[in-house]
């Protein structure tokens, strides 16, 4: 299996446009978990699913997050508008049952301007 | 999840262990002991995780003390690769919260 694999690894764009993150989780794995990551606030949860249905999305900062998983194999982050305090990198995770072991992918760096 | 508490930072010669602590003293009886690692740019790595007894991989060592209150785990023989932070994570296994929540971890420098 190649991994976890994200899309794109890199985007700038400008303050009020939408961005679409992506995200292929490994094969078979039943949970799939959404992080940002800055200096200031560390690695974050954003929001985490089961079975494709979102389970906790507690941590999705504001109402211009949204996060979607249509099938078992592919999950978006959506910002809209985005704000230069988005600028961080997002990082998808997945993992096989409850108590086994998370696989992180590269991660996207998300620049806001 | 019970929360952690480890270094901000520390500092290893390169061929010594690494031994890096973690306190968890309000764990939880069903919660297990994980740690990974986050190299510089990349994804966090899954390294170990444990219960109540020692555990050994390729990787590490986890040592649980037996009041399950702390642990350490041990580089045997550090890298400049190991150059990393750390995460000290518990979380319980079968439960309907199956979340990972990631604290501020530990710089580890190995250093030549």
């Known amino acids: 299996d190649a991994g976890v694999i994200q899309s794109p690894r890199h985007e700038v764009t400008e303050m009020g446009q939408e961005v679409t993150l992506r995200c292929k989780p490994i094969?078979?794995?039943?949970?799939l978990f959404w992080y940002r990551q800055t200096m200031m606030r560390g690695l974050e949860l954003l929001i985490y699913?089961?079975?494709?249905?979102?389970?906790?999305d507690s941590g999705m900062p504001e109402d211009r997050f949204s996060a979607k998983m249509p099938n078992a194999s592919f999950s978006t982050l959506k910002i809209q508008p985005s704000e230069p305090r988005d600028s961080a990198v997002y990082f998808c995770?997945?993992?096989?049952?409850?108590?086994?072991?998370?696989?992180f992918g590269q991660g996207t760096r998300l620049t806001v301007v | 999840d019970a929360k952690t508490t480890q270094p901000t930072s520390m500092d290893c010669a390169e061929g010594r262990a690494a031994n890096l602590p973690c306190n968890h003293s309000?764990?939880?009886?069903?919660?297990?002991v994980y740690w990974y690692r986050q190299i510089h740019s990349q994804g966090p790595q899954y390294i170990i995780h444990?219960?109540?007894n020692n555990e050994t991989n390729e990787m590490a060592s986890l040592i649980i003390t037996e009041d399950r209150k702390s642990s350490t785990l041990i580089l045997p023989h550090a890298t400049l690769r190991d150059t990393a932070v750390y995460y000290c994570i518990v979380r319980a296994h079968l439960t309907d919260n199956n979340d990972m929540r990631f604290g501020a971890g530990t710089r580890l420098t190995v250093k030549p």
């Open positions: 309000t764990i939880s009886g069903n919660e297990y």
């Open positions: 444990g219960l109540k």
């Open positions: 995770a997945s993992r096989y049952r409850q108590g086994a072991e998370a696989f």
């Open positions: 699913f089961n079975n494709n249905v979102p389970i906790d």
């Open positions: 094969s078979g794995h039943d949970y």
